[in-house]
């Protein structure tokens, strides 16, 4: 069946650091890829997608993500995390339309 | 265009009490997604229609769930003799084309809390 895994729950890192958060699906063909974000009281805001082509996807908010068919990995990276990235950031998959999203991780900024 | 809306925003009831909740997708918008987010949790998939038709339903949906959108515009999703376990965030989605890679536009949800 296909599942997504955000390894991290919680990640904190400070203001103007690069961030890193990692996904791995499972699914024998390459799904559609996302990463949405989810701040309080918000809905959940795609900030990119993936789905052939390039493999290095640039998004919103200074936001990419590289698909690695070898791993089965879509992490996302930031070189400059800013505070109004604290939120909660899900991976998800699709191969029919409906999204399998991963358990989230929450990002924390220091200042 | 407003984006996806839902009503209400926030939902407290009885064990036992019916609720219904409303979507209003993106007009022109052929699919609509019902998820259910729990504290804690990814958003987990109910059901979609394409127009009017629902066309998958997951496990998760018991026989006390039933979704409408009997026009192919709003959706409505109704709890019936809702159940403690039942508290979550309901998070409806639109969207085009019905292609997989499409993006799906979130509401802001309807959070649902059953005493």
């Known amino acids: 069946a296909q599942s997504v895994t955000q390894p991290d729950i919680h990640i904190t890192v400070s203001e103007g650091a690069s961030l890193e958060l990692r996904c791995n699906y499972s699914?024998?063909?390459?799904?559609?890829l996302f990463w949405y974000v989810q701040s309080p009281g918000q809905g959940l805001q795609l900030l990119l997608k993936?789905?052939?082509?390039?493999?290095l996807v640039q998004g919103i908010k200074g936001f990419e993500a590289e698909f690695k068919r070898s791993q089965s990995s879509f992490n996302l990276r930031k070189p400059s995390v800013h505070w109004s990235d604290a939120a909660e950031y899900f991976c998800?998959?699709?191969?029919?339309?409906?999204?399998?999203f991963g358990q989230g991780t929450t990002l924390q900024v220091k200042p | 265009d407003t984006g996806v809306s839902q009503d209400p925003r926030h939902k407290i009831t009885k064990r036992g009490q019916n609720v219904t909740f409303r979507c209003d997708p993106i007009?022109?918008?052929?699919?609509l997604y019902w998820y259910r987010q729990t504290l804690g949790q990814g958003p987990e998939f109910l059901t979609y229609?394409?127009?009017?038709?629902?066309?998958?339903k997951s496990r998760l949906l018991s026989d006390r769930f039933s979704a409408e959108r009997p026009k192919g515009s709003f959706s409505t999703l109704e709890i019936q003799r809702t159940e403690q376990g039942d508290s979550a965030m309901y998070l409806c989605?639109?969207?085009?084309?019905?292609?997989?890679?499409?993006?799906?536009?979130f509401g802001p949800g309807t959070r649902l809390t059953v005493l």
């Open positions: 699914y024998g063909a390459t799904p559609y």
């Open positions: 998800a998959s699709s191969n029919t339309g409906k999204l399998i």
């Open positions: 993936y789905f052939s082509g390039d493999t």
């Open positions: 989605a639109s969207t085009g084309m019905g292609r997989a890679y499409n993006e799906q536009f």
């Open positions: 007009s022109e918008h052929n699919r």
């Open positions: 229609f394409q127009n009017e038709a629902q066309l998958e």
